[in-house]
């Protein structure tokens, strides 16, 4: 079984080590893949768009295992959620958010049968004390609903939706992945269905319009361009550089994509 594992805990600090450990302590025979642990520190949204960027890559039954918990220690819950085809753990913060938006059917449990914890419990480190073991009980075959009661309404981050009008999307920055790149809250099929891509539209973003192309190299080095990324959505990038840096943009920043009038 495939346990796939996403945190903000870094690889400087033995954490996920740590995690790792205890959850082959009880299952040896689990291969476990690292989603990323470089989210940053207590980036709920951030987390929850790179889970929802990966998961449905993974083969049906596979097991997740989040951390992003700025909650940890307090009155916050754990979550188990069940959908079509996979299982999640996670601090119920709205870290599973993305997932519930590509999920058609979900049934979700709180966490609170200390009988599969780790004790003592750290108030600082839940990951290791109270997932890890869960994750390592439910990957061996204990039942979701053996875990806490159902929970019927998790917490679910508001999603910031894009204007949609006839002539153009409105929309904004929701992600920067690790190149610099800015990922935004426009799907693909938003401007698929509107006609071809490449060279059909407009993006505007700092006094910038940048043709929407099909690849980085479709501009020079050290070039702004647009282009729909594999994460399905919408980005802006710099051919072998940093959006973020050169441009100046950040979460939120507002991109206005627009369809070229013919002539």
Known sequence: MILGFLSDFGLKDPYV???????????????IVDISHQVAPQDVIGGSFVLGSAFREFPSGTVFFAIVDPGVGSQRTGLLAVTEHYTFLAPDNGLLSMVFRYSKKV?????????????????TFHGRDIFAPVAAHLTLGVEPQSFGPPCPDPVRLPWPEPVITEHYIEGEVIYIDGFG????NIAADLIQHRGPVRKQFKADIKGME????????DVAKGKPIALIGSSGFLEVAINQGSAAEVLGAGIGEPVVVRKVPKV
């Open 181 to 184: 790149s800015l990922i935004l």
């Open 210 to 217: 940048l043709s929407l192309l099909s690849t980085y190299s």
């Open 107 to 123: 049934t979700c449990f709180s966490i609170e049968n200390t009988h599969y914890f780790r004790h003592p419990v750290s108030d």
């Open 17 to 31: 080590g740590i995690v790792k450990a205890v959850v082959l302590g009880s299952n040896p025979a689990l291969r």
